[in-house]
Structures are given as structure tokens and as C-alpha cells.
Nanobody
Framework: QVQVVESGGGLVQPGGFLRLSCVAS????????MGWYRQAPGKERELVAV???????TFAESVKGRFTISRDEHKKMVSLQMSNLKPEDTAVYYC??????????????????WGQGTQVTVSS
């Protein structure tokens, strides 16, 4: 059984720094993209940052220059380093991974796996 578990988050003052980590575990054959999404109260879930299996990184415009994303293939881990945090970064942050847990013939179909979410609050 595949699991995606996040850690990190919390309360930080504007201009501060936080690091979120996410580890995938279980019966994993292959992982495609891994990344982070967030959802603020009353808003839809949005992409924050994602790194493809090939290492290509994509960021939301609102976090470019402030957030970085890193991935460790061996540990099946993705981390989000958030600096110069702003009140508008306040949201529940969710880890996402596209994971294949079983070969089907010659293919390895990927399914979406989500973490449980971790709260990030930026406030003075």
C-alpha cells in the first residue's frame, strides 16, 4: 500500500523560512512527478511547485524566487524550501506524487497520491 506523508509546516512571521518534506513509501515501482499544492480558505487548490522525474522544475509565479524544490530519488522524498514568506502564502500545503505501484504488461500506469496536508500560517 502506497503512502505519501508530509512533515514540516507551522506558524512563521512574515519574511521567515519554512521547510516542508514529503516521503513516499510502500509498494512503489516508479515515481513520476512529485510536488506541492496548496489550498487557502475559500480558494481552489493550486500548484506551488513540482519537479518531474527528469528534474524539470515548475513554480507558480507567486513563489518564484522565494521557494525552491528538491527531490531525492533514493529516499523517494521531495522537499519545499520556502523563504521570505508572506501572509498570502498561508494555506494547507499538500504533497502530490504520481506513482506506479504495479507493472501492467509493458506499461507502468501512474496514479495520483496525496498527502494529508500540513498547515502553513504566515502571521505576525
Amino acid at each position: 500500500q502506497v503512502q505519501v506523508v508530509e512533515s514540516g509546516g507551522g506558524l512563521v512571521q512574515p519574511g521567515g523560512f519554512l521547510r516542508l518534506s514529503c516521503v513516499a513509501s510502500g509498494n512503489i515501482v516508479s515515481i513520476n512527478a512529485m510536488g506541492w499544492y496548496r489550498q487557502a480558505p475559500g480558494k481552489e487548490r493550486e500548484l506551488v511547485a513540482v519537479v518531474s522525474a527528469g528534474g524539470t522544475r515548475t513554480f507558480a509565479e507567486s513563489v518564484k524566487g522565494r521557494f525552491t524544490i528538491s527531490r531525492d530519488e533514493h529516499k523517494k522524498m521531495v522537499s519545499l524550501q520556502m523563504s521570505n514568506l508572506k501572509p498570502e502564502d498561508t494555506a494547507v500545503y499538500y504533497c502530490h506524487a504520481g506513482i506506479c505501484d504495479a507493472q501492467v504488461g509493458n506499461t507502468c500506469p501512474y496514479a495520483d497520491y496525496w498527502g494529508q496536508g500540513t498547515q502553513v500560517t504566515v502571521s505576525s
